[in-house]
């Protein structure tokens, strides 16, 4: 499981560190004292630890009366993680960036491959577990040095992180028997507009009021599909693809010719600290629906939405009373149609 830490100042993870970092772990096994904030935990409870040594292998161990009692495993990154960061060093250098691994951000963190494309990325290659408050601090820190995070998952279980911070799945790869050839790893968790019919099936509720659906077409986030992690890497770098934050507060990657129509939808453009403002509410800058149910003609049964009390109103077409009209139903459905026909 992953364990991040800081480790002089760098923030790493102690279950794929570096050989670099291997070998300072190991100059640091004996040399640790409390109060030199040498190596901190950073997950839950916190708190300064050194380096205890059985055999071959490594282990952080926090100083007693630290909030948090385990004992970290300390491992070299694996071949498949390394293979994985090639990955993206190759898929960046045949589309003409320039990619630069296990680089240190001015932010304290170091990302597995900085992609210098029209946008910097910054690549977070996840295989093993990751919390969901330590993937957005590392995210948020490294957004703050002007550097895009796009981290992915080769796992089969879906990370607690995804779609929370800009992130996209890999599908099943061999990555322990040799790098795979280019174009052949599949990105997924990727979104793309489809215009879609505003009923129950499409939409609990019509975007545009935020009340039922209205039986017109609306844009609606579908899984884009046919992706190669090649084509979503260079898409990253190039500007291409980006993250944006729907109304639900969900992080999608998606194309940026969608994301300018998604912005007038209520979406927004993702940012380091968006989880800490308020999640963008559809009913502000609310637009009148033009759908006919939303203009007080029923066009269906699913119009009824609510009993009226008291003697029931008259139909302003027939003058017939509107028996088991709801609240905002304005006209019998039948005299409806005769007046959009």
Known sequence: MSTLARLEGTTVDLSALTPAEMARIGELHGNIDRGDHTLECMEAGGGEMFIRRRGDRYFAVHFSGSGCSATHDVAPETDEHKRQKEYWCRAADRVGYEAVPEYKTNGGTRVDVLVKGTVLVGAEVQHSRLKLTAA???????????????????????????????????????????????????ATALREIEMTRCDWSGFQKCPVTGGRPCGDWHPKLVPLLGITLDDAIAGAASGNLLPIVDRSGHVYIVPQRDRDKLRQEGECDWS???????????????????????????????????????????????RFPLDGAATGLSMHHDCARTQIM
């Open 136 to 186: 957005r601090s590392r995210t948020t820190k490294t957004a703050n040095a002007g550097i895009v995070p796009l981290w992915t998952s080769d796992s089969q279980r879906e990370p607690t992180w995804l779609h929370k911070i800009p992130s996209i799945r890999v599908n099943d790869t061999d990555w322990s028997a040799g790098m795979p050839p280019a174009g052949t790893a599949t």
């Open 272 to 318: 380091p600290t968006w989880q800490q403002q308020q999640k963008p509410d559809p009913k502000q800058d609310r637009r009148t629906c033009e759908a006919a149910i939303h203009r007080g003609i029923a066009v269906s049964q699913t119009a009824i939405i609510g009993p009226v009390h008291g003697p029931a109103p008259l139909c302003p077409v027939c």
